[in-house]
């Protein structure tokens, strides 16, 4: 049979992979396969709170301040053109995404847009919609997209592994690989079958890996599928060791780590400890407006101290009307849980949040493998260093988004699709009587990643974690190899590959750096580490 053929397929449907499809989608002759895992309105981008980071005011802010913020937010690990690139062209993005449609607040005049300010920025830069940014712009995208019908929307459908050309090819400019991706095997989760689908490129935009740790504000989603998937192609990952918690997420058991967002410390919002006494004055001189890493670090450190379970966020300064009109997802959310934020404190937890690392790319979103793109929160451009600045994260994906489809729609002309395509063999494999060794894994790695490669780290325990990874490994090998295989298998499949990166990096950088905290070694070490961890796959 053969093969489905498409020009491009691009695997995820948050604001990376949707912004990518509309910009080339429109050359109408262009065939695009958009792949979500679940219904295509989910992910990562639809619950993101925050907003936008870009110098709109530049009467009062610059783009040089926002390089310098996003640069001091990185603790020396940002690559300056990746910065200046993605900054530079913030106001752009912008533009864009008002002319699909995404309707951000106003002032009170109705005129000028509501700029907010978030940890780490010097200036209100922040366009937000309310406390909703991600689902605005989701929603707003989707739109566009249904009206393209040179787009093909594969929902409830999961990339297993990438599928490569088996002809050597002339060395890659962004590496030394001599690979081709010319498509991937494709698990259609209703029915439980595999088949093959052929693209010129792949774009992989597939977000973070956040669901590793036991306690995460993202979606179920967030299962590192396609740093997994590049890693085993071949693929070079960079600075899996920086995670970044979020500081604040709703402390409830029935809240599933709800997100509350970090522009209510940027409006005034006070960090206490369950008697009410404030205590980010202790850690920082600008206390709540800190970046993250200090912030989720202070949190943790009280915690662990006072042996509370949670700390509070007070924003009951603020007129119940401005509570209301600005965050009006967080306070009924809270309503739900029996918290009046107008009146009452906020249980808060510091929660997995973003994946600061990820596969190697230049600035269109190449990766070491020829036609094979990555970008938005799966990509690493150097744009984070070791610490994420709040609301550089949508600003990369539609940024990167746009090069990516620049450069692969100059490319497209020079490329055929192949008709057909190594089939998936499950003959020598038989369906699974119990799923205990799928649940008991995938629960046993969250919850050790969490103790041991958490906030805050040791070598001893980046050892115990580095021996169970690897048994764990080697258990979901030999299930993979024996059993046909379904959604959780190769979600925990991922889960343990980026698990290993993550231990393998935090056990290479010897120091201490913005997301990366160990008490072995408490300082900074520009002498030895002021540089990125790579790490390069086995041939």
């Known amino acids: 049979m053969n093969t489905e053929c498409f020009d491009i397929i691009i695997v995820g449907a948050g604001a990376a992979g949707l912004s990518v499809a509309l910009d080339l989608a429109k050359e109408k002759s262009t065939r695009i396969a958009l792949i979500s895992k679940g219904p295509i309105h989910e992910g990562s981008t639809f619950y993101a709170q925050g907003g936008i980071a870009a110098v709109l005011d530049e009467a009062n802010d610059s783009i040089e301040s926002h390089i310098q913020d996003t640069i001091n937010a990185g603790a020396g690990l940002c690559h300056h053109d990746s910065v200046r690139f993605a900054i530079e062209n913030g106001k752009d993005a912008i533009e864009w995404a008002i002319d699909q449609g995404v309707e951000f607040s106003l002032e009170e005049n109705g005129k000028d847009y509501h700029l907010t300010r978030e940890g780490g920025h010097s200036f209100r830069r922040v366009i937000h919609a309310a406390d909703a940014t991600g689902k605005a712009i989701s929603q707003s995208l989707l739109q566009k997209i249904k009206q393209h019908t040179n787009i093909k929307i594969f929902e409830h459908h999961l990339a297993v592994d990438l599928i490569l050309s088996q002809q050597s090819l002339p060395t890659n400019t962004f590496s030394s690989a001599a690979k081709q991706c010319i498509g991937l095997y494709l698990l259609d989760k209703n029915n439980n079958q595999v088949t093959e689908i052929s693209a010129k490129f792949t774009i992989l935009a597939t977000g973070g890996a956040s669901k590793v740790y036991l306690y995460t504000s993202n979606p179920d989603s967030s299962t590192g599928d396609g740093i997994a998937m590049a890693w085993r192609a071949g693929c ?61 670090q202070a949190i943790d450190y009280e915690m662990k101290r006072t042996g509370s379970d949670y700390v509070y966020l007070d924003i009951t300064h603020k007129s119940p009307e401005f509570i209301k009109d600005h965050f009006p997802t967080i306070y009924k959310q809270c309503l739900k849980f029996g918290i009046d934020i107008t009146k009452e404190f906020i249980p808060v937890v510091p929660a997995a949040h973003y994946t600061c690392g990820g596969i190697m790319t230049d600035l269109d979103g190449q990766t070491d493998i020829h036609n094979l793109y990555a970008i938005g929160e799966t990509a690493f451009t150097g744009l984070h260093g070791a610490n994420r600045m709040a609301s550089n994260s949508l600003l990369e994906c539609l940024v990167f988004g746009k090069a990516a489809a620049k450069k692969i729609s100059r490319d497209l002309p020079d490329y055929e699709c192949e008709p057909i395509l190594p089939p998936w063999d499950d003959s020598r494999v038989t369906g699974s009587e119990e799923c205990v060794m799928v649940t008991h894994n995938w629960d046993e790695l969250r919850r050790f990643m969490w103790s041991y490669v958490g906030i805050v780290r040791k070598n001893k325990r980046l050892l115990l974690a580095r021996h169970r990874v690897n048994l764990l490994k080697q258990e979901i090998d030999d299930y993979y190899r024996q059993y046909l295989i379904n959604t959780d298998l190769i979600e925990l499949r991922n889960l343990v590959t980026v698990a290993e990166l993550i231990i393998n990096s935090a056990m290479q950088r010897k120091e201490s750096r913005g997301l990366h905290y160990t008490l072995d070694y408490p300082y900074k070490d520009d002498k030895q580490f002021l540089k990125d961890t790579i790490l390069i796959p086995h041939p």
């Open 236 to 296: 070079r990952v960079a600075n899996m060791e920086f995670n970044q918690f979020h500081p604040t997420c709703l402390y409830h058991p029935k809240a599933k780590s709800f997100l509350v967002t970090e522009a209510l410390r940027g409006e005034g919002a006070k960090l206490r400890l369950p008697d009410g006494t404030p205590f980010m004055y202790k850690f920082d001189e600008r206390e709540e407006l800190a970046p993250r890493d200090i912030v989720a």
